[in-house]
């Protein structure tokens, strides 16, 4: 069974800064997605980027990137010029094919004015 | 961009009574997921359906179950309501089983 995990329950930078947000996956498969969905205190989930696993280049949107190492199984999101908006928790999050995501703990992401 | 609508966004019942949540999918997407989030958890997998027919299900209790009708909705019945179904329940869509889900905004249901 997949696995997913990030071992930053939480994270607290001051605006403006650079931060990144880790995550570890454990899988059999070759061919996947990767995704981070953002939970503001509104509690909707926002997808902020997505990753597909047979793409070696590593996905941005605008101030949001990845860095995706598939032989390591790691996709970490740097999120860069903080915002206060950004605060938020953060999910990292796996789908092989049609099938259910699978989601991390959850890092909680605080940008300090 | 039209969104995945849920309702009602809250709903407050009492111990052993039904609830039911509606999801409508965004337009032209034939797939929908339901999630349930408990509080300071990450989203949990409950059941999926593809063009109508069941496709995956999850940790969905035996006293909750799902459909989806001829126009894409689906509705997630929930029956002998416990303390322990308090939560966000999600529900998510996507076009002809693509990887992306797109959420809707959440059913925030409180058992008293």
């Known amino acids: 069974a997949q696995t997913v995990t990030q071992s930053q329950p939480e994270m607290s930078v001051q605006e403006a800064e650079t931060v990144t947000l880790s995550c570890t996956y454990d899988t059999s498969e070759s061919n996947y997605y990767l995704f981070w969905y953002k939970q503001p205190p509104s509690r909707q989930m926002i997808l902020v980027i997505r990753q597909e696993a047979y793409k070696q280049q590593n996905a941005t949107e605008n101030r949001f990137s990845v860095n995706f190492q598939k032989a390591a199984k790691s996709f970490s999101l740097k999120i860069s010029d903080s915002q206060l908006g950004d605060t938020a928790m953060y999910f990292c999050a796996f789908v092989q094919g049609a099938q259910k995501l699978v989601f991390g703990q959850g890092t909680r992401l605080t940008i300090n004015p | 961009a039209a969104g995945v609508i849920q309702s009602p966004r809250h709903l407050i019942k009492e111990k052993r009574e039904t609830a039911t949540l509606k999801c409508y999918p965004i337009p032209r997407h034939d797939t929908v997921y339901w999630y349930q989030q408990g509080p300071g958890q990450d989203p949990q997998f409950l059941i999926s359906?593809?063009?109508?027919?069941?496709?995956d299900k999850g940790s969905i209790p035996d006293r909750f179950s799902a459909q989806q009708f001829s126009d894409y909705h689906s509705e997630l019945n929930m029956s002998s309501l416990e303390l322990g179904d308090s939560a966000l329940y999600f529900c998510?869509?996507?076009?002809?089983?693509?990887?992306?889900?797109?959420f809707g905004p959440g059913t925030r249901l409180l058992v008293l």
């Open positions: 998510a869509s996507s076009f002809m089983s693509r990887e992306t889900q797109y």
């Open positions: 359906f593809y063009e109508k027919m069941q496709s």
